[in-house]
């Protein structure tokens, strides 16, 4: 989960070579947490620096050191194996040991929230419907139904079941419409000269239950089984 600031990498050190301006981001958050701390940007690179390391940072500089280097972590970073002095590089260069990134703080959001999953808006926690699960289906594991309101999630149920379609989190924290799967049942059938001749008198769900039901089929005097009972 990326933050919502984009910060912009110029000349031919970008990532696309000599080829103008890109944009990259500096810090991301895990799954389920937000951005919790000011993303870190040229602007307010030192006050960031300073917040976290204290006033070693300005010890011996008091003022923002930014350039394109190759051996500076792109972005913001302190040369903690040195002065201590706040860096901003505008260039994707590569730590070279010397530095330590700076990068926005990750928490976990607070009980009934969960972090935007939209594009670019991960720095707040969002009201959540309840964790769940459908059984029988891409969601049967516990609190893998998850989202917050407005999202719209798609249930999948497993061969043999019905009740596939998406559900979506409503402004009253419900999911709706309620995803559960059922099991399909077999089409009734019958087999001649047995003890189920009469019509559809075999019945059962999908596969288990209508296997079970072709096992016990007792022929008539003189007839016997030619094979298993097909079933749909």
């Given at each position: 989960?990326?933050g ?5 990498l110029?000349g031919?050190?970008?990532?696309f ?6 944009t990259?981001?500096y810090g991301?958050c895990?799954?389920n947490?937000?951005m919790?701390s000011?993303e ?7 006050e ?6 204290g ?13 394109h280097w ?7 970073s302190?040369?903690s ?18 530095y330590t990134s700076i ?8 009980v ?10 991960d720095t707040t926690?969002k009201?959540?419907c309840p ?7 891409n969601k049967?594991?516990t609190?893998?139904?998850?989202g917050?309101?407005?999202?719209t999630?798609?249930v999948?149920?497993?061969p ?19 995803r ?6 077999c ?6 000269n047995?003890?189920?001749s ?10 288990i239950?209508?296997?079970i ?16 009972l097909p079933?749909?």
């Amino acid at each position: 989960m990326c933050g919502s600031k984009w910060e912009t990498l110029s000349g031919d050190d970008n990532a696309f070579g000599n080829l103008g301006s890109s944009t990259a981001r500096y810090g991301c958050c895990p799954a389920n947490k937000y951005m919790s701390s000011l993303e870190v940007n040229e602007a307010n690179c030192l006050e960031q620096a300073k917040a976290k390391f204290g006033n070693k940072v300005i010890a011996s500089r008091t003022t923002l050191v930014s350039g394109h280097w190759s051996y500076v972590p792109a972005g913001c970073s302190v040369q903690s194996n040195g002065d201590w002095a706040a860096h901003w590089n505008s260039n994707k260069g590569v730590n070279d040991g010397d530095y330590t990134s700076i990068s926005a703080s990750c928490s976990a959001c607070p009980v009934g929230q969960l972090a935007s999953s939209v594009p670019n808006d991960d720095t707040t926690c969002k009201p959540a419907c309840p964790l769940g699960q459908v059984l029988n289906s891409n969601k049967a594991a516990t609190d893998s139904l998850t989202g917050i309101i407005g999202a719209t999630v798609t249930v999948t149920c497993n061969p043999g079941w019905s009740g596939s379609g998406t559900t979506t989190c409503g402004s009253n924290l419900q999911w709706s419409p309620v995803r559960t799967c059922i099991v399909n049942s077999c089409a009734a059938t019958q087999v001649a000269n047995s003890d189920k001749s009469v019509a559809d008198s075999i019945t059962g769900t999908y596969i288990i239950k209508a296997m079970i039901e072709s096992m016990r089929i007792q022929c008539n005097f003189s007839y016997i089984i030619h094979g298993i009972l097909p079933f749909r």
